[in-house]
């Protein structure tokens, strides 16, 4: 609480003057305000939510030969290869195309996916192979670059020996 203090009078003669008071504030009672509001704001405040992104897994097949084989002008592959180094190709692997490099950035791997090339094709599918000495975090970027440039269909598949090759010969890696 707040209280005031007078100081008593010298006693001396003369001029009377004003006394003198000086306020002392009881600061205790805010301790107990500023915990209580401490404690509402944590209680009603809420929280960030982690963000996942959801896959859906397919069922594996009973009879592979069921399986539709996947036409070269709509298939497109990524490989993510080793020291961050990403590659892509459009086709498949037994035609020989060109393997191209490219960078995780948003001029990179981004602006392939939005080409016309990719988006023009509604059955294009995008395979994503990752080598063994890629890091996972490659491959989180590439499932974010595909959910920002809104791909329909995609699948990440075992690397094939043949990729393998592909990338040696043509990027020397």
């Given amino acids: ?25 009881d600061m205790t009672p805010l301790v107990d305000l500023a915990a209580l509001l401490i404690t509402f704001f944590m209680l009603t405040t809420t929280f960030n939510k982690p963000q996942t992104m959801e896959i859906n897994m397919p069922v594996k097949p009973d009879n592979i030969e069921e399986q539709i084989a996947l036409k070269a002008s709509n298939a497109m592959t990524i490989i993510l290869g080793e020291d961050d180094k990403v590659f892509y190709y459009f086709g498949l692997a037994e035609d020989k195309p060109e393997v191209l490099e490219t960078t995780y950035a948003a001029d990179g791997i981004r602006k392939v996916l939005v080409s016309p090339q990719v988006k023009s094709n509604d059955k294009m599918t995008i395979m ?12 989180v970027d590439i499932l974010d670059e595909l959910k920002i440039t809104d791909t329909k269909k995609f699948a990440l598949v075992e690397i094939a020996d043949a990729d393998i090759k592909l990338v040696q010969e043509q990027i020397g890696g």
């Fill in 1 to 25: 609480m707040a209280e005031i203090q007078q100081q008593a009078d010298s006693g001396k003669g003369g001029k009377k003057r004003a006394k003198r008071q000086s306020t002392k504030i």
């Fill in 128 to 139: 994503v192979k990752p080598m063994d000495g890629s890091r996972y975090k490659n491959m």
